[in-house]
């Protein structure tokens, strides 16, 4: 087989495998966040019935809301929940695995949300939300480092950004799926909270086709022939020297080591800034607000004069703005490094932030001025998605080693979950309390972030882990003696001895090149 044909082999089988464990593993974060706006007047008519049935109380406004937004925000609880056990399932079960074994939370959700109408019980409603938070947080930390971890270093950014344009693309179906000729009407509501089993099926039946990382099978179980059949497969025949040094010198390196817990990270030196930055680009992708801009937009499209009966229809246009987004980070990502697209797209929702004040202050005075505020909604999910979106789910991937990795995924998921709970909290009080400047704390956000992007964050695009650990401990060490070798001397390197008995091990059996 050619060059070119191999290539083209390595290319499916990594197309392949991204989709089967991104359509059941992150689209399920965006589609759960989409598909509870179409169905709000029906389940709290729902809440308020079933309270009058069974105890003959008619709820106030008051008290239905706060039942409908424990529903809602309940679901970043599970969330938080299901990033601090994806670490140690991912030590104890693998990376496939534990994507495979993380459907029988949504699963079982799915099973409460469609029996909730029949029982006449909202508490299985809620109680679903929570499971299936528990599903989308495993997933957004399991399945990027599967993804970093199977990845070539070369396409490294682009394949674990798929993660972000699939859960792009789960909030665009969410949105489509919930429209009222669908499932978004009265009676079919519990479907509708039900359909995200479909995509958990859809993975059942093609992730195990695929195989394990290789570097957990390599640095974890230490099990070379499956490494081997693992790379065989991802890389088709043309698997490189370099790429099996590198992760010589990653198992070496780490060789004796036990899996970190998180609290052990906190008291390590030389990952200090790896974890400042990882807790900082984490924090500041939920304290940006742009989930809430989601929330924010029926409000918005209404007073720029959209009949009510079509916001439904006007408001998939913002999840497919950052659908769009996604893809173009997944293809620049490469090209411009992991930098450029996180200070560009923080500073972009910056600048947005600025006019959609300047746009709200004004709308009362200048009739033309909410189609402004319309526009910034489209533009700052746009940035959103070029960078933010996309390169902070790859940042633990890159910057911490196999042992400490997912307790590094562990601390990041939190910090986005439990920011992401603050927030759908304090929004509506932003909203009613500081009005037309409920946007400015956004901004700030996003400005702060791209400062600490410029000024911390070294470049991560192409470059081995002991190179990017060089990078960091110019900051971790600072002002004491170097800890660490130059970037283009490795901490680990082979000898020829080395290489040879450790090379014919690897490649023992494995056929470089392949006949036409």
């Not at 809620?126 to 957004?140: D, T, Y």
């Not at 088709?236 to 060789?255: I, N, R, W």
């Not at 319309?374 to 991937?397: D, K, N, Q, R, W």
Request: hydrophobic share 45%; aromatic share 12%; with cysteine.
């Amino acid at each position: 087989m050619s060059a070119a044909g191999a290539n083209k082999r390595i290319s499916l089988k990594l197309v392949l495998m991204v989709a089967s464990a991104a359509f059941g593993g992150t689209l399920q974060y965006g589609y759960n966040l989409a598909i509870m706006n179409a169905p709000a007047t029906f389940i709290q008519t729902f809440v308020n019935e079933t309270f009058l049935e069974r105890w003959d109380i008619q709820l106030k406004d008051y008290q239905v809301t706060l039942i409908w937004s424990i529903i809602v925000s309940i679901f970043s609880l599970g969330g938080f929940a299901g990033s601090l056990i994806a670490g140690p399932m991912t030590i104890r079960y693998g990376r496939k695995n534990c994507l495979l074994l993380n459907n029988v939370f949504l699963m079982t959700g799915a099973l409460l949300a469609v029996t909730s109408r029949a029982a006449k019980s909202f508490e299985m409603i809620i109680i679903a939300r929570v499971l299936v938070g528990i599903n989308a947080g495993i997933s957004m930390n399991v399945q990027p480092m599967y993804f970093g971890e199977s990845a070539p270093k070369d396409l490294r950014g682009a394949i674990s950004l798929s993660s972000a344009v699939f859960t792009a693309f789960g909030v665009v179906l969410g949105q489509v799926v919930g429209l009222r000729e669908i499932l978004g009407s009265e009676s079919c509501w519990q479907y509708l909270l039900a359909s995200n089993a479909i995509p958990g099926l859809v993975q059942l039946l093609t992730l195990p086709w695929f195989p394990e990382s290789p570097r957990y099978l390599l640095i974890d179980r230490g099990d070379k022939e499956a490494c081997i059949d693992a790379l065989r497969r991802l890389r088709g025949c043309e698997v490189q020297s370099s790429e099996l040094d590198e992760m010589l010198q990653e198992q070496a390196e780490t060789k004796g080591m036990r899996a970190r817990r998180p609290w052990e990270l906190f008291t390590d030196r030389s990952v200090r800034w790896q974890l400042i930055s990882v807790m900082v680009i984490s924090s500041a992708m939920q304290l940006c607000g742009n989930d809430s801009i989601y929330f924010y937009a029926s409000y918005i499209f209404k007073e720029a004069g959209v009949a009510d009966d079509r916001i439904q229809y006007i408001t998939i246009g913002t999840g497919t703005c950052e659908l769009s987004a996604c893809i173009l980070c997944n293809l620049l990502v490469e090209r411009k490094g992991r930098r450029f697209m996180l200070m560009g797209g923080y500073i972009l929702m910056t600048v947005w932030a600025v006019v959609f004040t300047i746009a709200l202050l004004y709308e009362h005075y200048t009739p033309w001025m909410p189609y402004i505020s319309m526009t910034c909604i489209f533009t700052y999910i746009i940035s959103f998605g070029l960078g933010p979106a996309g390169v902070t789910g790859v940042l633990p991937t890159e910057i911490f080693n196999q042992t400490a990795r997912p307790a590094a995924y562990m601390i990041a998921g939190s910090m986005m979950w439990l920011n992401l709970f603050i927030i759908g909290m304090i929004f509506p009080f932003l909203v009613s309390e500081v009005r037309e400047y409920c946007f400015v704390p956004f901004g700030a956000v996003c400005l702060l972030s791209a400062l600490f992007v410029g000024f911390f964050l070294p470049e991560t695009k192409g470059k081995s882990l002991s190179a990017i650990t060089s990078e960091f401990n110019k900051l971790n060490f600072k002002g004491q003696e170097e800890k660490c070798v130059s970037p283009d001397k490795p901490l680990y390197q082979l000898d020829s001895s080395c290489r040879k008995t450790q090379g014919d091990t690897f490649t023992k059996g494995l056929n470089v090149t392949r006949s036409a």
